[in-house]
């Protein structure tokens, strides 16, 4: 069982930046891959980034490659996502989700079984 707690959210211009954090209890933070998703109003909650257990593996949405930078700490049980560049296509709602899996990067959401509460993210033009 693992529990994520997100922080860091807010509202920036665009063009500014800003950098989400998700803190997961557990001890076996690195037997976990990491995702962040997101989800604007109307619209499906989508991948943003994925990184593997042991941070080796990365996996980036096409619309934030170059823009956005995911890491792990797995000495402090924490996933982070930078976030720089932001457009106004960039607002929604950013949850951080968990999947038992040592190896690999999992892209979709149904391969997630643990999942945060979220956290706003607004960029204005």
């Known amino acids: 069982q693992v529990q994520l707690v997100e922080s860091g959210g807010g509202s920036v211009q665009a063009g500014g930046s800003l950098s989400l954090s998700c803190a997961a209890s557990g001890r076996t933070f690195s037997a976990y891959a990491m995702g962040w998703f997101r989800q604007a109003p109307g619209k499906e909650r989508e991948i943003v980034a994925a990184?593997?257990?042991?941070?080796?593996?990365?996996n980036y949405a096409d619309s934030v490659k170059g823009r956005f930078t995911i890491s792990r700490d797995n000495a402090k049980n924490t996933v982070s996502l930078q976030m720089n560049s932001l457009n106004p296509e960039d607002t929604a709602v950013y949850y951080c989700a968990a999947r038992y899996q040592i190896l690999g990067v999992p892209t979709t959401k149904r391969e997630y079984a643990y999942w945060g509460q979220g956290t706003q993210v607004t960029v204005s033009s």
């Open positions: 990184i593997s257990g042991n941070g080796a593996r990365l």
